[in-house]
């Protein structure tokens, strides 16, 4: 059987992307830092453009597009510090209080069931006090032994915190010409196809960043309130980190539901803790999940459930964390893929003579 012209370019780019992304899963750790680097450029570059319109150097634009962006990514890491050093000393302090409180529910209950039985929690307790002690020697030498035991992993995260920036100024101040000089190598006759690709990509990570930043700042403000009305003394920072991290989807979710069960349970000792907080999270994400998403996303970027771990996943596993944070949006990119590819397949004669 012959295979036509046509088929060995298909093969031949088939065999190219293959072999790309075998590569990429080898480099997975060194092509981190410039996909992040590539992300970033391409969510701020329409900032430098505006910039620039309003007659700022593009030098001057991308560093005050850079800086901007770093300043909110500390706002949020501190806002991340604040619940932990206000939730470590009450932890330290009632976790006696609340195991003893638990002991007697428990004792009672088992009392109703005809057991007479004690439960001995006082290992536990001193376990747990122990290992939250606020002792700043302590933890400092923790720290210093846990530097030197993962030392490469340090200097690498501190090699890509300032690669990353420096990257991402590169290419925002090229950004047009390595377009242009890119877009020049595909041949002629594809060009206009691949340019009705690339706006409709546009298109879609564009409606997909403005929803999923609505959806934070919306869920943001909800938990916010709720956890507030409620009663809660760390409402704020912790309402406000768990709208924030529903950029990752279930992670980000999980852990402030984490922190709202711990505090509400510090605080109250009740479980008026976990009926509030299963009111509040409850009603949030279901209001997520039924009315807010489909309303700011739309249908046309919905990925299933199955989908989404698995890209969680697949990411996770070739560029770590931040592979996770940028699954989505790739997410949102494969649809786009997955939709030409079909329209191609359904008008292919191995689809209209099978």
Request: aromatic fraction near 10%; proline fraction near 4%.
């Amino acid at each position: 059987m012959q295979i036509s012209e046509a088929n060995k370019i298909r093969l031949a780019w088939l065999v190219l992307l293959l072999g790309a992304l075998w590569l990429a899963s080898l480099l997975g750790p060194v092509l981190m830092p410039f996909l992040v680097a590539l992300t970033l450029a391409y969510a701020l570059h329409p900032a430098v453009e505006r910039l620039w319109r309003w007659r700022i150097p593009r030098p001057a634009g991308a560093t005050i597009a850079i800086v901007l962006l770093s300043v909110a990514l500390v706002a949020i890491g501190s806002l991340i510090v604040s619940v932990l050093s206000s939730t470590l000393p009450q932890l330290q302090h009632q976790i006696p209080l609340l195991l003893s409180s638990m002991n007697n529910w428990l004792s009672t209950q088992a009392a109703r069931l005809g057991l007479q039985t004690q439960f001995d929690l006082t290992s536990f307790k001193h376990m747990l006090t122990q290992s939250l002690s606020g002792n700043p020697q302590r933890w400092a030498g923790q720290l210093l032994s846990s530097a030197r035991t993962g030392g490469s992993t340090l200097i690498v995260v501190a090699g890509n915190l300032i690669l990353i920036p420096v990257l991402t100024f590169y290419l925002l101040l090229d950004w047009q010409s390595l377009m242009q000089r890119g877009f020049s190598l595909v041949p002629l006759n594809r060009r206009e196809a691949l340019q009705a690709f690339l706006a409709e990509c546009d298109s879609i990570l564009g409606r997909y960043v403005r929803g999923q930043v609505s959806v934070m700042l919306i869920l943001a403000a909800y938990y916010a309130i709720g956890l507030s009305l409620a009663g809660f003394q760390l409402a704020l920072p912790i309402g406000v980190f768990t709208g924030l991290a529903v950029f990752v989807p279930y992670v980000g979710f999980g852990l402030g539901l984490l922190l709202a069960l711990l505090a509400g349970a510090l605080q109250f000792q009740s479980f008026y803790a976990l009926w509030a907080v299963a009111v509040v999270y409850g009603i949030g994400q279901v209001a997520e999940s039924m009315v807010i998403t489909p309303r700011l996303l739309g249908g046309q970027i919905g990925l299933h459930p199955l989908l989404v771990i698995f890209l969680l996943l697949a990411f996770g596993q070739l560029f770590g964390f931040v592979g996770v944070l940028l699954a989505l949006p790739a997410g949102a990119l494969l649809l786009v893929v997955v939709r030409h590819a079909l329209v191609w397949y359904r008008t292919s004669s191995l689809f209209l003579r099978g």
